[in-house]
């Protein structure tokens, strides 16, 4: 039996107007954004450095959706404990970074977050094979991480549909996030593929209207979903 994707919005805050972020979250949410997708970057696991423990503890105060963190650093584990603690609700480490990934998970798991694990445009999806059993959901990197406004890796596509028949295999229906260049066009194909979360950054946030860029993204969206029923 096929199982209708619940499609989910993922605002990039790495792209927004850190001068006035309660009002670039407020105006997000009101286009529909079903969660902030805040990018943690060490300037060793990708060479810029972004947001803090203090960024989401700020974002917690005035979001009214979950706040997934994407933890781009070395040695994720350490930082587990304080970004749950912040007001994460959703915490992703990367596979090339976690060499204990299974510890891991369970650590975010037992904090109370949903676990994540995220791969990069050069790992292949069949290295997920040890934790499709254990994951909540799936990052597929579609930009080599580090900055906001990079093109979408067209391969991407094909690999979202890879991690979606391995997680399938398993027994585990967590969703496929995809983040990297994700905007209007490629919204679609993505969903098609098996994505169920989108993040967005430049395509939401540099707009003149990220209210609309927003509602924009969804309605493409779920135009992948009716192309996938209608298969």
């Known amino acids: 039996m096929t199982v209708a994707p619940n499609i989910r919005i993922a605002p990039s805050i790495l792209a927004a107007d850190f001068a006035s972020l309660g009002d670039a979250v407020r105006a997000v949410e009101r286009g529909g954004a079903d969660l902030l997708h805040v990018d943690v970057m060490d300037g060793r696991f990708v060479p810029s450095i972004s947001i803090g423990l203090p960024v989401v503890e700020a974002l917690e105060r005035v979001a009214t959706v979950p706040l997934d963190v994407h933890l781009m650093v070395v040695e994720p584990e350490r930082h587990v404990e304080p ?26 798991r037992g904090l109370g977050a949903a676990a994540g694990v ?3 445009p050069g790992t292949p999806a069949a290295s997920l094979e040890a934790v499709a059993d254990s994951v909540d959901y799936v990052v597929v990197m579609s930009v080599n991480p580090g900055a906001a406004g990079q093109p979408f890796i067209p391969r991407s596509e094909s690999k979202v549909l890879q991690v979606r028949e391995l997680l399938d295999r398993a027994g585990n229906r967590a969703p496929v996030e995809v983040d990297g260049g994700i905007g209007p066009v490629n919204a679609a194909p993505l969903v098609a593929a098996g994505a169920e979360i989108l ?33």
Not at 91 to 105: D, F, G, I, K, N
């Open 83 to 108: 970004f749950v603690a912040a007001g994460a609700a959703m915490v992703s480490v990367h596979l090339e970074a976690s060499p204990h990934v299974h510890r891991t998970l369970s650590t975010i």
């Open 118 to 120: 995220a791969i990069n």
């Open 199 to 231: 993040v967005a950054a430049s395509s939401i946030f540099g707009t003149a209207d990220p209210t609309l860029a927003a509602r924009r993204l969804r309605d493409r969206a779920l135009a992948g979903v009716t192309a996938t029923e209608g298969a």
